[in-house]
């Protein structure tokens, strides 16, 4: 009788036991010429053996590692070595979860598995927010001594995808606005006094948004740099929820569509930093609109907790298998490529500087991005307060 399979979402669960790996990890301890060549490169390389555990990694990679904590590499695999936070979401970890089928490594892994060579990238959102890692990912089969094992070799790309996004976003989204004044202020020089009155309101809201973009850049580009402070005021919950349902009113993203803001949300204050609250309650709210066709609903809630408060944003679709499964993740987004972060920033905000937690479902009764925080920042470490 066959013995029962683990259960997994993706590629195979079961690992070899610590004797087996040990004795693997022993063959590459005396491979010099492998192992010499593997310390002598730059990139991170590791081997892995069928069950897709770390037998070696080389010089450059454990010394990664170290910096970040872990000296107990044997028998991992790569999602845990790399602080992958979906590799602790079931038992057997890294390469099994429902993520893991859109994991670029996981992919990769399923290639060599099958005795493909394969290149590809890879999108790690860490446990820990603003460490997220996007790597180039190369694997081969590797024959050593009779057995089977994968040659993995990671480049951290990670520089390089947060500049080409930022850079991508930020043009994009800074010339559409300044486009739009440019165009109002040349009206503006061949008009009336009477007209010049009607052009003037929206020239100065179109001015204040393209201030607004270029500041959330700055914010986002600090955050990443982890050099951001937060500067803590007392913020009232509900109403800060209509300031932003108001704001939006008269939003381009918001035409034939309405914004409910229930009178049975619950107020609270909290003290924490009002502007990046407010950045990542704009940015779930515009990712709302721009998910809904005309005529939808998008409704904005607060309620008080026990810890502090929380924000709610619900519209009525729900999103696509794929999306759902990347959500969070740094340079993806339902716009595109390079049309966004996604939901990269309102994490980073949320999670890194305002010591709260950001979650969401999505089905049938549509989707729902919640927002918690504490009811005090000023008590974290490297707050300044006004």
Sequence with gaps: MSEEKLPTKFLPAEKAD???VERQGELFSVASVLTSVLDGTLNFSLILNRQRQA??????FAGFLAGHGVTDWIGQRPGALAGCAHSTETPCGCGTTESC??????????????????ETECRIMSKRPGEDLDLRISVKPLIYNGEDFILMSLIDISSEKRRAVLERLFFHDVLNTAGGVQGLVNLMSESGPAEIGVYLPAAAKASDRMVDQILSQRDLSSAERGDLQPRVSDVGAAELLSEIACLFKAHEVCRNKVIEVPGTSQDARINTDRTLLSRVIVN???NALEAESPGAKITLSCEKTPAGAAFTVHN?????????LQVFQRSFSTKGVGRGLGT??????TE???KGKVSFTTGPE????RAEYPASLSAQAGCNLL
């Excluded at 037998?55 to 450059?60: D, I, K, T």
């Excluded at 089928?101 to 394969?118: D, P």
């Design 18 to 20: 610590a004797a087996e």
């Design 55 to 60: 037998v070696f990694v080389n010089r450059a």
């Design 101 to 118: 089928r859109r994991c670029g490594a996981a992919l990769a892994l399923e290639q060599a598995l099958n005795g493909n060579e394969a």
């Design 284 to 286: 779930l709210l515009k």
């Design 316 to 324: 009525p679709g729900h999103m696509p298998e794929d999306s759902r």
């Design 344 to 349: 990269y920033s309102i994490r980073l905000l």
């Design 352 to 354: 890194k500087y305002l």
């Design 366 to 369: 549509g989707t729902t991005f």
